[in-house]
Structure formats: C-alpha cells, structure tokens
C-alpha cells in the first residue's frame, strides 16, 4: 500500500522560511510526478508546484521566485522551500504523486495535508 507523509507544516512569521518534505512509501513501482497543492480556507485547492522524474519544474505564478520544489528520487521524497512567507500562503498544504505501484497502474496519491500559518 502507498503512502504520502508529510512533515514541516507550522507557524512561522512573515518573511520567514519553512521546508515541507513529502515522503512516499509502500510499494511503489516508479513515480512520475510529485507536487505540492494548497487549501485556504473557503478556497478551491491550487497547484503550487511540481517536479518529474527528469527533474523539469513549473510553479504557480504566485510563488516563483519564493518556493523551490525539489526531489531525492532514492527515497522518494520531495521538499517545497518556502522563502519570504506572506499571511496569503496560510492553507494546509497537500503532497500530491502520480506513480505506479508494483501492482495495480498509474494513479494519483495524496498525502494528509499539513498546516502552514504565516503570522506575527
């Protein structure tokens, strides 16, 4: 069975630095993809940014220049570096990987979210 376990979320200040990791686990094939989402409240979730397999990059506009995606395909772990932190980024944020396991076929997997609070 796959699974996402992220870690990092937490309250830090305005202008600050948070690292997120996302680690999949189980049994797993290969992975394409790997991204980070977010939620706010009474918003839709966003794609922030995500990283394939080769290692190509896209981000959300809003976040360029801020937030660095990044991947160690040995363990299967991807990190969002989060710089100069705004209240607005304040969501649960949500690893997302598209992959393959063992058995079964491509698929989408989430992991259970994990808060961010930007504030002074």
């Known amino acids: 069975q796959v699974q996402l376990v992220e870690s990092g979320g937490g309250l830090v200040q305005p202008g600050g630095p948070l690292r997120l990791s996302c680690a999949a686990s189980?049994?797993?094939?290969?992975?394409?993809?790997m991204g980070w989402y977010r939620q706010a409240p009474g918003k839709q979730r966003e794609l922030l940014a995500y990283i394939r397999d080769g290692g190509s990059t896209k981000y959300l506009d809003s976040v360029k220049g801020r937030f660095t995606i990044s991947r160690d395909n040995a363990k299967n772990t991807v990190y969002l570096q989060m710089n100069s932190l705004k209240p607005e980024d304040t969501a649960v944020y949500y690893c997302?990987?598209?992959?393959?396991?063992?058995?079964?076929?491509?698929?989408?997997?989430w992991g259970q979210g994990t808060q961010v609070t930007v504030s002074s």
């Open positions: 997302n990987a598209k992959l393959t396991p063992v058995v079964g076929r491509l698929s989408e997997y």
């Open positions: 189980g049994s797993i094939l290969s992975i394409n993809a």
